[in-house]
């Protein structure tokens, strides 16, 4: 019985490399994405102590300068979380180009291993036939024998 032979594996063993490294572009964009949202989500809670901190200093008496630094502060981190956020979109959609390109080269990898199970059907039926086929060779041979 002859060895399977498929003639399109070096494409297939490129297409699986190809997926396996887009998983891990994948994965760093992920991890990425997930460090620019935290770092939103830093600024999002300065700015809420911040204004905790306006609110309980102007029950007790605030000065109108200290009061002033405050508002500047806030309007610094507002500047500050806008700008964060475009960082956190861009993080998105670096996510979301790596997982389209992810889908994109597992469904072609798919399509070329479906074709290789395919492949891998018809040869073991070619060499089940070629079985049968030896095995009728013999029982005649046996036949011829036995007259």
Known sequence: MGKFIFRLQSILSIKKQIEDGLKNDLG???????????IYN??????ETSVHCIKAKSQEGISVGDLQK????????NAKS???MVN???AQDNVDRYREKLIKASQERKII??????????Y?????????QINEEISSYKYIEGL
Do not use: P, S, T
């Open 70 to 77: 405050y508002g500047k502060y806030i309007e610094f981190l």
């Open 42 to 47: 830093k600024i999002e809670e300065e700015k």
């Open 28 to 38: 760093k964009a992920v991890i990425e994405y997930e460090r620019q949202k935290e």
């Open 124 to 132: 073991l039926k070619e060499q089940f036939k070629k079985e049968q």
């Open 88 to 90: 956190v979109k861009n």
């Open 82 to 84: 806008k700008l964060q």
């Open 113 to 122: 291993d479906k074709l290789r199970e395919k492949k891998y059907a018809e």
